[in-house]
């Protein structure tokens, strides 16, 4: 089943890099075959069908382009006389390669082939496979088998039970087009709830979200159907809240921790943090800082107490986003870009107690229209447009706005001279057709991702198709063999250096991409197999994109080595570098551990995650660093960072605004049954 793992991160699915049958052999949909849009707030994506021929055997066809990452699948399901599947077989193309996936249950044992595992289990009559990839028909298959199922309970394959709660039904539609629609909360799949809506009948009928597969006819209602189900999910919220924080009405007190001191860049031994109310009210010396009587005293022995962490690049998924990223003790996010609706329904339900999440400082991300058009994206067709975009997000609260790789870089200096005016931060992906260096003259305040750096020195046939899947091959093909200290790169650098311009390199999510063959499990995530669904870990061994003709994974590799080598320049040379992952969040660490490999200290590489974005930001006053008067966003993790970053994944305490928050039930909060090794 796809889209179940990571929020957005599900859109990437693995595939191997081998023959796939072409597109042209696919199967074509008949006449009257049901049919799905797949559509965001930036325009429409893709197409799903799905038809049932007379002998029961389901088919599907799907084509989807995300921004240059295209996916051409179909599959045939032929299900045994209980409904579930005998036999699947998907064939196709995915950005990875190879879409090719089987299953079959032959005298009660299972046997299926992925891009990524092979297996069998013995006894698997009346379980349902969950396919890797596919269609959506393969996730409507398996809604309408649980839905069928006594109790809505579902053996599933290669592991794992799935449930469904029912939680509300609206009707869609208007005259003879109207009828009602159940959103289900489906549990046991991924590690959070996946809503699901079906129709009067159990049939499957629409999945929304920041991407959405909705019939045709009904693609006016996504708006409504988002609201709906934000709105039933969101009662679930203020529960965990209440379950979750503590505010401990006596100060609170970390005895003898050894402290990262951010804005120093310096690990202090035996130190004393005093918290009173939401702020830090003491810091020092254990021998000469005082508890306060009655306070509440954790004792730091063998403890390190940091700042509460930031992930400078996550697009909030869900709810559930908010207790998982606190777990990781991360306090503070930035988010450059989502559905803008859904961004404002959280911040408000979060001020009001009502919704347990990081402070979010959030971005309007801002594209132009075309086949290659971001999903999530407010749309701009003309200079105007973008201007007004960017007032609207200073009207609605956003913090900064990010341009896109379709945005037509001619409207680029207006649209940031307005958006510097409002006090807004500038930052992005290159648009179309120039290079960074261009961007940066046009006043970017930030550079998004290592790739768009890399971009700098390649040859300019690969500008053509930047907004596309250039943006990743263009730098697989080429870092290899860069000279990362030509005139034009160092120029580059020495002026984001001489200007403060932040990177926001992502390393984590490029790593992911040019990397790892499909099977392997990548080292951002691997810290965590063992504690989540079987179906989420076998995500987690989805690989890298497929290698264009004429270079092979060593070559990707290579040209990987050089990103993290580029990294190490631009921090040399004074770039100012932010941590952020572009994925779930579990991968931040992982980043941190990157930073080391280009030549960072580990108080160099925590900064990255405290005190300098908390500058990107202008809250470097108030938060980032632990000092008195601050507000108290701390974590108290078990072990030694400083000696070895990995002990960050260990924490055990996170606090924020004073609030208290134990990270183990957190962790469980976000579906994970154990602490990270």
């Known amino acids: 089943m796809r889209r179940a793992a990571f929020s957005l991160a599900a859109l990437f699915l693995a595939s191997s890099a081998i023959t796939q049958v072409p597109k042209d ?8 075959a049901r049919h799905f849009v797949i559509q965001s707030t930036g325009g429409q994506h893709g197409e799903s069908w799905s038809w049932i021929l007379p ?17 051409e699948m179909d599959y045939t399901g032929k299900p045994g006389k209980d409904g579930m599947p005998a036999s699947i077989s998907i064939r196709g193309v995915t950005p990875q390669g190879d879409a090719a996936e089987t299953f079959s249950l032959t005298g009660g044992v299972a046997n299926w082939q992925s891009p990524v595992d092979k297996g069998s289990a013995p006894m698997a009559a009346g379980k349902f496979y969950l396919t890797l990839g596919g269609p959506i028909d393969t996730n409507a298959w398996f809604l309408e088998r649980l839905l069928a199922s006594p109790g809505r309970k579902l ?30 909360q489906v549990s046991g799949v991924a590690n959070t709830p996946l809503p699901m809506w079906s129709d009067a009948r159990g049939k499957f009928f629409a999945s929304v979200g920041g991407l959405a597969w909705i019939p045709d006819q009904y693609r006016g209602e996504q708006a409504r159907l988002e609201q709906v189900q934000s709105d039933a999910l969101g009662k679930q919220a203020p529960l965990l809240y209440k379950k979750l924080v503590q505010q401990p009405v006596v100060p609170v007190a970390f005895t003898h921790v050894k402290l990262f001191d ?26 000469s800082t005082p508890v306060p009587a009655g306070a509440k005293v954790f004792d730091g022995l063998g403890k390190t107490l940091i700042p509460g962490l930031w992930d400078c690049h996550m697009h909030v998924g869900d709810d559930y986003t908010g207790p998982q990223e ?43 229209k075309g086949p290659n058009t971001a999903q999530i994206a407010s749309v701009a067709t003309s200079q105007d447009e973008a201007i007004a975009l960017v007032r609207k997000a200073k009207e609605q609260g956003f913090e900064g706005v990010k341009f896109y790789g379709t945005f037509d870089y001619h409207w680029l200096p207006a649209a940031i001279a307005e ?20 961007a940066v003259a046009d006043g970017y305040d930030e550079i998004t991702h290592i790739n768009w750096i890399v971009m700098e020195g390649v040859p300019e046939s690969v500008l053509e198709t930047d907004n596309g899947i250039g943006r990743f091959e263009g730098p697989g093909r080429y870092a290899k063999d860069m000279d990362l200290r030509s005139p034009e790169m160092t120029a580059l650098i020495q002026t984001m250096a001489k200007k403060g311009i932040y990177s926001d390199p992502t390393m984590v999510a490029f790593e992911g991409l040019f990397v790892p063959e499909n099977g392997e499990i990548s080292p951002s995530t691997s810290a965590f197999l063992g504690t989540l669904p079987v179906t989420t870990e076998r995500y987690m061994r989805t690989g890298g994109f497929a290698v264009p003709a004429g270079l092979t994974r060593a070559d990707y590799r290579a040209s990987w080595a050089r990103m993290v080598e580029l990294l190490g320049i631009m921090h040399k040379a004074g770039v100012p570098i932010v941590a952020g992952t572009d994925g779930s969040g579990i991968e931040l660490i992982h980043e941190l551990e990157i930073y080391l490999q280009a030549g960072f200290t580990p108080a160099e590489a925590l900064a990255a995650a405290t005190i300098v974005p908390a500058r990107l930001v202008g809250a470097d006053r108030q938060t980032g660093s632990i000092a008195v008067g601050k507000a108290a966003d701390l974590v108290l993790v078990e072990g030694d960072p400083e000696a070895r970053i990995s002990d960050l994944r260990q924490t055990r305490w996170v606090m924020m605004d004073g609030k208290l928050m134990n990270a183990d039930e957190l962790r469980a909060a976000s579906g994970f049954s154990g602490r990270p090794r």
Do not use: C, Y
């Open 326 to 368: 606190l777990s990781l003790g991360v306090t503070s996010v930035r988010d450059p870009g989502n559905n803008n609706e859904r961004t404002l329904d959280r911040r408000k339900r979060a001020a009001a107690g009502q919704l347990l999440m990081p402070k979010v400082h959030a971005s309007m991300l801002i594209d132009g």
């Open 419 to 438: 958006a510097h005016k409002l006090g807004l931060h500038v930052h992005g992906h290159i648009p179309h057709s120039i290079r960074p260096s261009v």
């Open 155 to 184: 053996k599933l394959l290669p592991g794992g039970e799935a449930r469904a709660e029912k939680l509300t039904t609206i009707v869609v539609g208007k005259g003879k087009t109207a009828k009602p629609v159940t959103l289900w």
């Open 55 to 71: 002998d029961g055997t389901r088919k599907g066809r799907e084509s989807m382009n995300l921004r240059g990452q295209v996916w």
């Open 25 to 32: 052999q696919l199967d074509k949909p008949p006449v009257g």
């Open 262 to 287: 951010a804005d120093a860049k310096r690990f202090l031994t035996d130190q004393t943090v005093v918290v009173t109310g939401t702020t830090i009210a003491a810091v020092g010396p254990a021998g």
